[in-house]
């Protein structure tokens, strides 16, 4: 709005906001705004959060330093939402389509969250949407992003072509041929593209809201995470850079700088109340939609392949609470770890919260700072 307001309309009148044009100067004003939004209203959320009695169950089966938190103000993750969406449509061109798919389907991904979470309140235990609730919904609000994607795509808006780390030239198309020809292999690589979109994103979804368990733990990540796609989106969009490092251009994509810098802000700003101890978890409202705001950025930056480092604690994380289920189905009960997600593992083996806390911090900037290495290492 701002964007259109103060360049769109002002500028021809006023030179002066020229200055309106650049990314970097919007992305930097997106990222203070949603930081702002953040500590200004975080204390009003908490407090109507306990006053509606907003608290956080704790599993029965968790660990035993964590029944104190019970009761704790959770659904904060409505601050985040807030904290990011606002200022993307105050400071970003809200007539680039990849914008809107990207603010809707945090949204969508928050919707589902808020779902959740709200009917743990009501029925005051840790259960809300069983799994598979949750995974059709996860399924419909992805298949809506791949959908939206094929739409550009057809249009020439979109590219489909995957970009692979360390590989300069291997640029597989996803989506073979064109809906003007159609043909076997066509419809083969079609669905293969929505499934691929569909799962990239509803496991990064999904691996967020399991790292969500520490105070500080997800939201720290996510700063990190965020902060790695905001250098990537915006070399993705320059001509320059993205020239220079061999990238595939996407003129389009430059704009989700805004968001990416929006999500930075809105995570710091949130950090701020979350930290240890914490004086408000994010819920899965807030896991959710943060998980499903980076996989579709990382999917229409075309990045998906350098998602596991750009997230690699989240990736870690899930991959633990699977190889968990595994084992104990598989060897009759037998466990790899003490307890997953792997971050309870490490506090059963006597590591302090803010230990684990903090490790996995650095462990999130190490795959972050390796993910955008690999933008030269080519």
């Given at each position: 709005?701002?964007?259109?307001?103060?360049?769109?309309?002002?500028?021809?009148?006023?030179?002066?906001?020229?200055?309106?044009?650049?990314?970097?100067?919007?992305?930097?004003?997106?990222?203070?705004?949603?930081?702002?939004?953040?500590?200004?209203?975080?204390?009003?959320?908490?407090?109507?959060?306990?006053?509606?009695?907003?608290?956080?169950?704790?599993?029965?089966?968790?660990?035993?330093?964590?029944?104190?938190?019970?009761?704790?103000?959770?659904?904060?993750?409505?601050l985040?939402?807030?904290?990011?969406?606002v200022?993307?449509?105050?400071w970003?061109?809200?007539?680039?389509?990849?914008?809107?798919?990207?603010?809707?389907?945090?949204?969508?991904?928050?919707?589902?969250?808020?779902?959740?979470?709200?009917?743990?309140?009501?029925?005051?235990?840790?259960?809300?949407?069983?799994?598979?609730?949750?995974?059709?919904?996860?399924?419909?609000?992805?298949?809506?992003?791949?959908?939206?994607?094929?739409?550009?795509?057809?249009?020439?808006?979109?590219?489909?072509?995957?970009?692979?780390?360390?590989?300069?030239?291997?640029?597989?198309?996803?989506?073979?041929?064109?809906?003007?020809?159609?043909?076997?292999?066509?419809?083969?690589?079609?669905?293969?593209?929505?499934?691929?979109?569909?799962?990239?994103?509803?496991?990064?979804?999904?691996?967020?809201?399991?790292?969500?368990?520490?105070?500080g733990?997800?939201i720290?990540?996510?700063?990190?995470?965020?902060?790695?796609?905001?250098?990537?989106?915006?070399?993705?969009?320059?001509?320059?850079?993205?020239?220079?490092?061999?990238?595939?251009?996407?003129?389009?994509?430059?704009?989700?700088?805004?968001?990416?810098?929006?999500?930075?802000?809105?995570?710091?700003g949130?950090?701020?109340?979350?930290?240890?101890?914490?004086?408000?978890?994010?819920?899965?409202?807030?896991?959710?939609?943060?998980?499903?705001?980076?996989?579709?950025?990382?999917?229409?930056?075309?990045?998906?392949?350098?998602?596991?480092?750009?997230?690699?604690?989240?990736?870690?994380?899930?991959?633990?609470?699977?190889?968990?289920v595994?084992?104990?189905?598989?060897?009759?009960?037998?466990?790899?770890?003490?307890?997953?997600?792997?971050h309870?593992?490490?506090?059963?083996?006597?590591?302090?919260?803010?230990?684990?806390?903090?490790?996995?911090?650095?462990?999130?900037?190490?795959?972050?700072?390796?993910?955008?290495?690999?933008?030269?290492?080519?």
């Amino acid at each position: 709005m701002l964007y259109w307001l103060l360049y769109q309309k002002m500028y021809p009148i006023f030179r002066v906001f020229r200055i309106f044009r650049y990314l970097t100067f919007r992305c930097v004003f997106a990222s203070l705004t949603a930081l702002a939004i953040g500590m200004l209203i975080g204390p009003f959320v908490i407090r109507r959060l306990r006053e509606f009695q907003i608290g956080q169950y704790i599993r029965d089966e968790g660990p035993e330093s964590h029944k104190k938190k019970t009761g704790t103000p959770t659904m904060g993750g409505v601050l985040i939402c807030i904290s990011i969406l606002v200022p993307t449509l105050l400071w970003s061109d809200l007539s680039n389509p990849l914008v809107w798919i990207t603010i809707l389907s945090t949204t969508a991904f928050g919707a589902i969250g808020f779902a959740d979470d709200y009917i743990k309140v009501v029925h005051k235990r840790n259960l809300g949407l069983t799994s598979r609730q949750k995974l059709l919904l996860q399924f419909i609000a992805s298949f809506g992003v791949a959908a939206s994607l094929v739409f550009l795509q057809t249009r020439g808006l979109y590219s489909t072509r995957l970009v692979v780390p360390f590989l300069k030239h291997f640029r597989p198309d996803l989506i073979i041929g064109s809906i003007q020809h159609i043909h076997g292999l066509y419809w083969f690589s079609f669905v293969f593209f929505v499934a691929f979109v569909m799962l990239v994103i509803t496991f990064s979804s999904n691996a967020v809201n399991l790292t969500d368990g520490l105070d500080g733990l997800a939201i720290g990540c996510t700063i990190i995470a965020a902060a790695a796609l905001t250098v990537l989106t915006y070399v993705s969009g320059h001509m320059v850079f993205s020239d220079y490092l061999e990238l595939q251009r996407m003129p389009l994509a430059g704009e989700l700088t805004i968001f990416c810098g929006a999500m930075v802000g809105a995570s710091i700003g949130f950090l701020w109340y979350n930290a240890h101890p914490a004086e408000v978890f994010m819920g899965d409202v807030g896991s959710l939609a943060l998980g499903g705001a980076i996989s579709t950025v990382a999917v229409l930056i075309k990045q998906e392949l350098l998602l596991p480092f750009i997230g690699g604690v989240f990736i870690l994380e899930a991959v633990s609470v699977m190889l968990q289920v595994g084992s104990y189905k598989l060897r009759g009960g037998k466990r790899i770890f003490k307890m997953a997600p792997l971050h309870h593992h490490f506090e059963l083996s006597g590591w302090s919260e803010s230990k684990v806390i903090t490790r996995f911090w650095i462990m999130a900037l190490i795959f972050a700072l390796f993910a955008l290495t690999t933008l030269k290492l080519r």
